[in-house]
């Protein structure tokens, strides 16, 4: 599984015409696929390891339950044609990531979208011919690790671009009687957590629980007193 990277992006003054892409866009599933669709010629291609007829072949396809290799001549015609052999290629080279956007939200009314990727953001590629259709939007992403980045548009042209490196955590264990609980201490100061800045947080997420040790586990002792009264048990002796 690859680490994904969640991304949005804001509209400002959605016109009547913008919103007629966008309706094409969500009726696409993808803004990648609406600007530069994937050619049908790579649509059948699979890619991996297969033995075929005693030798390993790393392209095919499956044609009445059959898998044929494909050729030397198709191979150098798709190169030539598209720069790549196979879809994995082409999305890669094309969209600056693995698979494009997926899991794409459109609301159309709201001006927004929002979509995952995997390792890495959409490159600009797309996000500039996206620019000459909507030239004014706010533009985030951010890795499950904790890296990304935020960019402004103003009449198509990037007029601020922040990027930013993983937080820097220290974990800590806290057992409350059969629980343990995870609190991370947020090391250095970073643009994601401005709203509290250095402290601990419950397990790496934007939840603050204290600005000391200390108060953080009077915090999680709280929540887990809360827990046991709500429940009647911890959420150990729930799913034993």
């Known amino acids: 599984m690859p680490n994904y990277v969640y991304a949005g992006i804001t509209l400002e003054n959605v016109t009547t015409d913008q919103k007629s892409i ?12 609406y ?5 049908k010629e790579f649509k059948d291609i699979v890619t991996g390891g297969m033995h075929i007829d005693g030798n390993l072949c790393k392209l095919w396809r499956k044609v009445d339950d059959k898998n044929i290799p494909v050729t030397e001549e198709e191979k150098q015609s798709l190169l030539k044609k598209f720069g790549a052999t196979n879809w994995y290629d082409y999305k890669l080279n094309t969209y600056d990531t693995k698979w494009g956007d997926c899991e794409l939200e459109v609301d ?10 995997a390792w890495s953001p959409v490159g600009d590629k797309i996000l500039n011919m996206f620019a000459k259709d909507f030239p004014d939007f706010n533009y985030w992403y951010e890795e499950e690790t904790g890296w990304g980045g935020e960019r402004d548009y103003k ?4 007029v601020r671009n922040m990027e930013y490196d993983e937080p820097e955590w220290e974990q800590t264990e806290y057992e409350i009687g059969d629980s343990v609980y995870t609190i991370t201490e ?6 994601n957590f401005d709203d ?3 402290g601990f947080y419950v397990d790496y997420s934007h939840e603050f629980a204290g600005k000391t040790l200390e108060e953080a586990k009077k915090f999680v002792k709280k929540q887990h007193n809360d827990w046991i ?6 959420f ?3 799913i034993k």
């Open 22 to 33: 966008l309706k094409k866009i969500k009726s696409k599933k993808s803004f990648c696929e």
């Open 35 to 39: 600007y530069l669709p994937m050619p």
């Open 108 to 117: 159309i009314e709201g001006g927004q979208l929002n979509y995952n990727t």
């Open 155 to 158: 009449k198509g042209e990037v």
């Open 186 to 191: 947020l090391k250095e100061e970073h643009p």
């Open 196 to 198: 509290d800045g250095k």
């Open 229 to 234: 009264k709500t429940r009647g048990k911890s």
């Open 236 to 238: 150990e002796e729930l």
